[in-house]
């Protein structure tokens, strides 16, 4: 099972600050690896497929980046409406589609 | 529009079964695979099982495998888990969602499965 750790687990920002959200995985996972965002109450939202490809109506300033064990999600400059918790996923050919353990975005 | 709706969820006893429904609409449905993800509130996703969009390939992660059937009907656009010898740790959200090779591209808004005695 790859294993995906997510650094840090909580991260305390202001609106209108650059975020970088680190994933890291237990063994090589190509190009699937997945970026979520969920707010409270919500159900996931797909934010990046294929490690840099932002999905359907998803902003700009959303990006992926990373190769091999070691992936990176940035915010260029925080929206209010960002402040979610935001999971990183791999989906490789062989399940298990195993989820990092989350990074929580919340206000300073 | 292409939605996703859970239902089926509820509270059971420990060693109960519990079947779980997801209805699709607005995509043709046998063209992807299903997945089932689940969520303790206040901890993070677990995937639990997949499913071709013929039915014929299922997988399934180890905590429920023999426990849980993954199943749909392609003529009514559903998909089900079937979930029998429930347990407490079982307690969680409930999300079905699609994978077009992209996964979770689209999600449920989740049913609530509460194990307890």
């Known amino acids: 099972e790859i294993v995906l750790t997510q650094s840090p687990a909580t991260l305390s920002v202001s609106s209108g600050e650059r975020v970088t959200l680190s994933c890291r995985a237990s063994?090589?996972?190509?190009?699937?690896l997945a970026w979520f965002q969920q707010k409270r109450g919500q159900a996931p939202r797909l934010l990046i497929y294929?490690?840099?490809n932002r999905a359907a109506g998803i902003p700009a300033r959303f990006s992926g980046s990373g190769s091999g064990t070691e992936f990176t999600l940035t915010i260029s400059s925080l929206q209010s409406e960002d402040f979610a918790v935001y999971y990183c996923?791999?989906?490789?050919?062989?399940?298990?589609?195993?989820f990092g353990q989350g990074t929580k975005l919340e206000i300073k | 529009e292409e939605q996703l709706v859970e239902s089926g969820g509820g509270v059971i006893q420990p060693g109960g079964s519990l079947r779980l429904s997801c209805a699709a609409s607005?995509?043709?449905?046998?063209?992807?695979?299903m997945h089932w993800v689940r969520q303790v509130p206040g901890k993070g996703l677990l995937w639990v099982a997949r499913?071709?969009?013929?039915?014929?390939?299922?997988d399934y992660a180890d905590f429920v495998k023999g426990r849980f059937t993954i199943s749909r009907d392609n003529a009514k656009s559903a998909l089900f888990l079937q979930m029998n010898s429930l347990r407490a740790d079982d307690t969680a959200v409930y999300y079905c969602?699609?994978?077009?090779?992209?996964?979770?591209?689209?999600w449920g808004k989740g049913t609530t499965v509460t194990v307890s005695s």
């Open positions: 969602t699609r994978d077009r090779s992209i996964f979770g591209d689209v």
């Open positions: 607005g995509f043709t449905f046998n063209g992807f695979w």
């Open positions: 499913i071709s969009g013929d039915g014929n390939t299922t």
């Open positions: 063994q090589r996972v190509s190009s699937n």
């Open positions: 294929g490690v840099s």
């Open positions: 996923q791999q989906y490789n050919k062989r399940p298990p589609f195993t």
